[in-house]
């Protein structure tokens, strides 16, 4: 009875550390997400990526839509921004990046000749989601600017983000202008 009892309690044992791991895996799993997502809206661009991205622009403002607007079709969409976002998101929120231009950062400092790196990266998690704050580094002709960035995340049921706000893209996209 008393190994019967051992066995029951090992079992319970590893059960609970097994639940315990499997949650905090989850939350290390959403947290790399969040940082993945932040890294993908600050990355630089490679040449074919900024080849793709003004072909699309270049379609978009012939497009019956008006000028200027992006199409709606996904499959005109750069694959570029497809992997560094889609996987990430929901489909209404990977919309809301496309929508909101939320990726411009990196072609806007691709156009002026800026590499961007972000050294300085902390990941929160709050009752809401996740708050990211950053320091993104501008370099240019060996002269380097640096802007404080702050990204709010909320994840699905599914583990997806559902929402992103960049809290102040205007104090980084002031130093490309």
């Known amino acids: ?6 066995t029951v309690l090992t079992c319970c044992l590893f059960i ?19 940082l993945e997502l932040y890294q993908n809206l600050f990355a630089g661009l490679s040449e074919e990526e900024y080849a793709d991205y003004q072909e699309w622009q270049s379609s978009a403002q012939t497009a019956e839509e008006g000028l ?12 570029w921004l497809k992997e560094r976002f889609e996987s990430l998101t929901t489909p209404d929120c990977f919309n809301n990046i496309l929508e909101q ?27 809401s989601g ?8 501008l370099k240019k002709d060996g002269s380097e600017q640096q802007a404080d960035v702050s990204v709010s995340v909320q994840l699905n049921e599914e583990g997806r983000i ?16």
């Open 1 to 6: 009875m008393k190994r019967k009892l051992q």
């Open 68 to 79: 200027g607007m992006v199409s709606a079709e996904p499959e005109a969409v750069p694959s």
């Open 162 to 177: 559902s929402f992103l706000r960049i809290n102040n893209l205007s104090d980084a996209t002031t130093l490309l202008a």
């Open 101 to 127: 231009s939320l990726f411009i950062f990196p072609v806007s400092a691709y156009e002026k000749g800026y590499t961007v790196d972000t050294p300085k990266t902390k990941v929160t998690q709050t009752d």
């Open 130 to 137: 996740y708050e990211i704050t950053g320091t993104l580094i």
């Open 16 to 34: 609970v550390m097994g639940i315990a791991l499997i949650g905090c895996s989850g939350s290390e799993s959403s947290q790399g997400k969040v």
